[in-house]
């Protein structure tokens, strides 16, 4: 664990947390209301990469709410952006490629914010750094 005293390495834990719990929950709500309307939604789905639509749909409920809560949690958190990251870039640039910008700039900000949270990885204050293989001296000797 690092030293509590370094304000930097706070500030970017701290940071860390606040753009996951953000990005996850979010994500959480997504997967959530594509769930709770499978049947509503499902057939309206279209088939955007060429692997069926039930199982794009499948994918897609897959990816957000499950890697929501991951990234929520911080768990596998880098994992599981890339899932999301991916389905941001089909969003923009496959499903609403023609639309107007006020339509694809959530999914841009939800796309910009995917490599961020790569590189910031879980943070302190996450189920990953509670694992084992995570753990790290309490002091810099």
Not at 43 to 61: A, D
Request: hydrophobic share 55%; aromatic share 14%.
């Amino acid at each position: 664990m690092k030293v509590l005293s370094d304000p930097q390495s706070l500030a970017t834990d701290v940071a860390s947390l606040l753009i996951r719990l953000l990005f996850g929950g979010m994500f959480i709500y997504y997967g959530w209301l594509k769930i709770e309307g499978y049947d509503l939604y499902m057939p309206h789905f279209k088939n955007y990469i060429g692997i069926g639509s039930r199982l794009s749909y499948n994918l897609v409920i897959v990816a957000e709410f499950f890697g929501g809560f991951l990234i929520l949690i911080g768990l596998l958190t880098r994992l599981a952006i890339l899932p999301i990251a991916f389905s941001m870039v089909i969003v923009i640039f496959v499903a609403h490629a023609n639309d107007n910008f006020h339509i694809k700039n959530l999914p841009i900000v939800y796309l910009v914010l995917c490599p961020v949270i790569f590189l910031l990885g879980s943070g302190r204050y996450s189920v990953d750094a509670l694992m084992p293989w995570n753990r790290q001296p309490l002091a810099k000797k």
